[in-house]
């Protein structure tokens, strides 16, 4: 018997099945050099699996919306453009143009620091294993035809690797690389199975067939268990299901502690998709709604019209709150359309509301889009990164310019729109008190927070050890902004990982925090830690 221990929890759950080995095919390109009367012939056999790969994706797509998403970008121009160039202008084959273009879209979000940011290039390259699929005539395993009780292992899994899952028989995922917040860990979430992702070699020590114990609460895998610890593993498997049956029930009951006080729980999200997935955990409103990835998923700067028609949808359909923030681009999150210059330390630099400042049309593209959307439900404007009055004052007159302008222009908005700003710079921390009196809320962002405060590069697996949000600094500057915030009398939410840690409930609690923003999956934890404090 084998055991050990792994951090990357990705879908919780207890499971007991023997291994399932998932292995693809050699999707590698081939890497010969094409002649200048070959490119057509290419060209043509590219815009062939395009078909066959939009074909597949609208098909799937009906049943799951993750795959709208990818079928965006297998039509995106951005992709065929990179794949047609390496084909026409260095003469490459369609395999290996492809391959490049690919990883190219790809390493853009790879390189990000912000984790739900880093997963989407899976989706990236989801795709293009689908497009290499096609273009080398292999068929790729499908999970769908298991029909007996297994734990899926495997280097990595793909939405469409993950979609095609009966949960009736897969008991368990375990992946060597992925994250907590891709679309495999979504997908496996919302079928609950339980997934442990990240968790190093494990492949080479394993054959099909072999009894598997993995306990994805705690991040417990046990290869070959004895008779005792599988019965242990069963029984604790039979009590988590109870839990999840009870923590369903609990949905029903606002979050509310013993002693009467009302606690919002909200979503952090970054599409549409991932609010409907949110919903049915009956949540308080979208704390935080990352505009950027509507920028990063185009192939240019998303016009008013394009974002007001998702914003709109987004109010739609969670009408209680929907908290917008403001570009949040530069750092770690590059556009493949936009040229940033190279910077010495990206995250002290030009990013964020300091870009939206400098490119006011934009800015204002994306005000007027939001302000529209506030006639469809109870939206909030959030600007991040703010060190300034000056910069929030800005801002702010930018706001009340496109007001203006939309009232000339006879369109609807909430003309009390809230505008609030992220706390997460030691600027703002020191500054809360003069900020709180020009907002209508607070959001803490603990994650760069406290990478700033404690000058700790959380990327950085060296000082990753000193990198944490319960330092003595940070909970100091997390009770100060909450302090600054209720004495003029506005409310102050988080929507960094610390709000949906249970572990930080009862301290933020304490502490006087309004609002708790966080990943979906975790809002059943929170709620039931605060109806019992």
């Given at each position: 018997m084998r055991q050990f221990t792994v951090e990357k929890t990705a879908s919780r759950g207890i499971a007991a099945a023997p291994a399932y080995l998932y292995q693809e095919p050699d999707l590698s390109a081939v890497t010969d050099c094409i002649t200048e009367e070959q490119e057509e012939n290419e060209i043509l056999l590219f815009e062939k699996a395009k078909?066959?790969?939009s074909d597949e994706l609208n098909l799937l797509a009906e049943k799951n919306d993750i795959f709208a998403a990818h079928l965006e970008i297998a039509e995106d121009f951005?992709?065929?453009?990179?794949?047609?160039?390496r084909i026409r202008n260095e003469h490459k084959n369609v395999q290996l143009a492809l391959q490049e273009t690919v990883e190219e879209l790809a390493l853009i979000f790879d390189s990000m620091e912000d984790a739900y940011m880093k997963e989407r290039a899976a989706d990236i390259r989801d795709v293009g294993k689908?497009?290499?699929?096609?273009l080398k005539e292999v068929q790729r395993p499908d999970l769908a035809q298991?029909?007996?009780e297994v734990i899926v292992v495997a280097k990595d899994l793909f939405p469409s690797?993950?979609?095609?899952?009966?949960?009736d028989y897969i008991k368990g995922i375990i992946t060597e690389e992925g994250g907590i917040t891709s679309h495999v860990s979504i997908i496996a979430r919302s079928m609950g199975i339980p997934t442990l992702v990240g968790v190093g070699k494990l492949l080479d020590s394993l054959q099909n067939g072999i009894e598997v114990c993995m306990d994805a609460e705690n991040g417990v895998i046990c290869i070959e268990p004895d008779h005792d610890t599988l019965r242990e593993f069963q029984e604790k498997q039979e009590q988590f299901e109870k839990r999840q049956a009870y923590l369903e029930e609990l949905r029903n009951q606002p979050a509310v502690t013993r002693d009467g006080k009302k606690i919002a729980l909200c979503a952090n999200v970054g599409n549409l998709e991932d609010i409907e997935r949110a919903l049915p955990m009956n949540l308080d409103g979208i704390g935080l709604f990352r505009s950027e990835l509507l920028y990063m998923e185009n192939d240019h700067f998303p016009s008013e019209e394009e974002q007001f028609q998702v914003y709109k949808s987004a109010a739609e359909l969670c009408p209680q709150e929907l908290t917008i923030r403001t570009l949040d681009i530069g750092g770690d999150k590059e556009l493949t359309y936009f040229d940033f210059d190279k910077e010495e330390n990206p995250f002290l630099g030009w990013r964020a509301i300091r870009i939206s400042l400098d490119m006011r049309d934009m800015f204002k593209a994306q005000l007027r889009a939001v302000l529209r959307a506030s006639?469809?439900?109870?939206?909030?404007?959030?600007?991040?990164?703010?060190i300034s009055l000056e910069e929030l004052r800005a801002a702010g007159e930018l706001t009340t310019q496109c007001m203006e302008e939309l009232e000339q222009e006879g369109r609807d908005f909430d003309r009390n729109i809230e505008i609030g700003m992220m706390i997460e710079t030691p600027a703002s921390v020191m500054l809360a008190e003069e900020f709180a009196k020009e907002v209508d809320f607070f959001s803490i962002g603990t994650n760069d927070l406290t990478q700033y405060l404690l000058a700790v590069d959380r990327g950085n697996r060296k000082v990753a050890d000193r990198y944490s949000y319960f330092h003595p600094a940070v909970v100091k500057a997390i009770s100060a902004v909450i302090a600054a915030g209720h004495q003029e009398g506005i409310k102050v939410g988080m929507c960094g990982?610390?709000?949906?840690d249970p572990n930080a409930t009862l301290l933020l609690l304490d502490l006087g925090l309004d609002e708790f923003s966080m990943s979906a999956g975790?809002?059943?934890?929170?709620?039931?830690?605060?109806?019992n404090l």
């Open positions: 078909v066959s790969v951005t992709l065929s453009e990179g794949v047609l160039s689908r497009f290499m699929a096609q298991i029909s007996r690797d993950t979609v095609k899952m009966n949960p006639a469809f439900g109870h939206v909030r404007i959030m600007f991040p990164m703010i990982e610390m709000a949906g975790n809002i059943d934890y929170i709620r039931e830690k605060i109806l």
